[in-house]
């Protein structure tokens, strides 16, 4: 295990937190619920091997969805639910001095439950972290004013499915499902921590029809102050190899961000894909925009995929009644951030920034990029 996943992993193990007031039953009822639905859809995203081949040929890395399909997901009985606070956690922390930036700490915070899940997979090794990248699903609930941050884990047998429940931007409550190996929920069993009401932080979408490259440019500027910060990338667990490539994308002084390319998604493309199931249906359909720039990543190396999954920058918009999915790539200089626009469906719309080496762009022609998913450039 590297320095920073022990250091994490070693605190989660030796402290135990006094609860303070619960969350009504019914709210973790239905977080369980959700987390066994979001169990099935990475089961059958597991199960279909010609999904996991549209972003590797690695067989490790294909071997991850090998152990999502022969999962059996349980009933509730199997289920454990952890509150997590950032904030909690770092004051219990006797002996450590945390200095964040304040958009680090707005991310972590918004992110703890995520990250805990992200170095619990981390410290299996770079090809958990990249099949944790391809097989996980995603959910959102708007209409919250405070939520109280959670992680449920379940048991699945041969894994364990870990859903970070999180109070993000406008409103939004976003459950993000990540596989686990077997016996990671060891690592969660001494925890207790409060159960603490964090409020929505409001974020306003641009004006006029071009606001998308607007918020790119926002969420590559997040990505950029996310991945300078020191503390912000040792608290994600990160390897060497990947802090190296993660210091490369951040070095230098800023010399301003444009957005250089954007693709927009075929509607054509789906009736001529296959698929085995209306699962796989879905989930292509919401989240073709979503999946290029880990396609493009994973084309790179398990390194830079690693790197990508592990450190990113994700807000969320709300009140659209429709919106045209895209991938708009914005030139940071050192590096390219990948910026896809997501729509989540229930008027919540997902922009999410990716880092990429910055000559990323360079290895695919003008057409490479668009065929990969039937997409018009």
């Not at 977080?31 to 067989?59: F, H, P």
Request: charged share 20%.
């Amino acid at each position: 295990m590297k320095r920073g996943i022990a250091m994490l992993l070693a605190f989660l193990l030796a402290l135990s937190f006094a609860a303070a007031a619960e969350s009504p039953a019914s709210t973790e009822e239905w977080m369980v619920g959700e987390t066994i639905e979001l169990a099935k859809r990475i089961q059958e995203l597991g199960a279909d091997e010609a999904y996991g081949r549209m972003y590797s040929s690695d067989e490790q890395i294909l071997s991850v969805g090998g152990t999502a399909a022969q999962m059996t997901i349980p009933d509730a009985s199997k289920a454990t639910v952890i509150y997590v606070d950032m904030n909690s956690f770092l004051m219990s922390a006797a002996g450590t001095a945390v200095t964040l930036s304040d958009e680090a700490a707005h991310a972590m915070n918004m992110q703890f439950g995520s990250i805990l899940l992200q170095m619990t997979g981390s410290a299996y090794g770079v090809y958990a972290t990249a099949g944790m990248s391809v097989y996980h699903a995603e959910e959102v609930y708007p209409g919250f004013d405070a939520f109280a941050n959670a992680v449920v884990l379940l048991d699945c047998g041969t894994a364990t499915i870990g859903a970070a429940f999180s109070m993000t931007d406008n409103g939004i409550v976003a459950a993000t499902a990540k596989l686990l190996p077997a016996g990671a929920m060891n690592a969660y069993l001494a925890i207790n921590m409060p159960s603490v009401q964090t409020e929505s932080r409001t974020i306003q979408a641009a004006e006029g029809d071009e606001w998308y490259k607007t918020a790119a440019l926002n969420a590559a500027a997040r990505l950029k102050l996310l991945m300078s910060d020191a503390m912000y990338v040792e608290g994600m667990g990160a390897s060497d190899e990947i802090k190296a490539v993660l210091d490369g994308y951040a070095a230098g002084e800023d010399a301003g961000m444009e957005c250089v390319r954007e693709i927009i998604p075929s509607k054509d493309i789906l009736p001529n894909m296959s698929f085995e199931n209306e699962t796989q249906k879905r989930f292509m359909a919401e989240n073709m925009a979503s999946q290029v720039p880990t396609m493009l990543l994973a084309r790179k190396g398990v390194t830079e995929l690693s790197a990508g999954s592990m450190v990113n920058a994700t807000l969320y918009y709300s009140g659209f009644s429709d919106f045209e999915s895209r991938v708009v790539f914005v030139d940071a200089k050192t590096f390219t951030a990948g910026v896809s626009f997501t729509n989540m469906g229930k008027g919540v719309v997902c922009a999410r920034a990716i880092p990429m080496p910055a000559d990323i762009l360079n290895d695919f022609s003008e057409t490479d990029i668009p065929n990969m998913l039937g997409m018009a450039g």
